[in-house]
């Protein structure tokens, strides 16, 4: 709870995945890929309730296991491929009742901490807005970025961009990196998305922005594991 308003967290989890097969439960760095979130969530000082939203047994059983509640299975037109990645939430809440807040939080993004969790809780109930979502700075730049026409001529994508000739005064651009979303459960069900104008941006290191969506990212995540566990053996 946080300013007495409740929180519900959704940690949503289907058993199909086109680039690594049961990425859920893909185990990295000694355990599923969805313990890493769980874990994590269970270390917030303001979620009331965590569960998982899922279609399969096994994820389902894996989340009740490292302590997430399991409390319906998502119906299967809610898990295909093409279902947008609200949907599960908006069905989440209507599901459950009793909470102001929902906090959406994608097992794919294994790296994001508590204080991540917290920090987008308190941005989004602090400045009172009616959801918060996690960004992170560009690597590369849209002031800097071409689109191509039919005569292969090079259009900026940006027209201003044009004047700047170094990228350290480049104005900082940030994108969604997936790994925290809060909202009023009032304002979701009217705007049926977490981006509108009362919408306001938590920001996150790249270090903690990692989405894995191929094999490269689990190695990648595995690497960044490891190299955690060094400096803390070090300390």
Known sequence: MIGGRRILTVIPARGGSKGIPRKNLYRVAGKPL????????KKSKFIDRLIVSSDDEEIMETAVRYGCEAPFRRPNQLAKDE?????????????????????LLQPTSP??????????????????????VSVTETEENPY??????????MLPVLPEGSGFTRRQDLPPCYVLNGAVYVSEI??????KSFLHEDTVAYRMPRERSLD?????????????????SSSKMKL
């Open 111 to 132: 790296l994001r901490t508590v204080s991540d969790i917290d920090g987008c809780l308190e941005l989004c109930v602090g400045s009172r807005s009616a959801s918060c």
């Open 186 to 191: 009032t304002a979701l069900l009217k705007n």
């Open 83 to 103: 279902t947008p990645g609200v949907e599960p939430i908006l069905h989440a809440v209507e599901e459950i009742s009793g909470y102001d807040y929902v906090v």
């Open 144 to 153: 800097w970025m071409f689109r191509i026409n039919e005569d292969n001529r």
């Open 212 to 228: 894995i969506d191929d094999m490269e990212d689990i190695l990648e995540f595995e690497r960044r594991v490891q190299n955690r």
């Open 34 to 41: 969805i313990a890493w979130t769980i874990e994590e969530a």
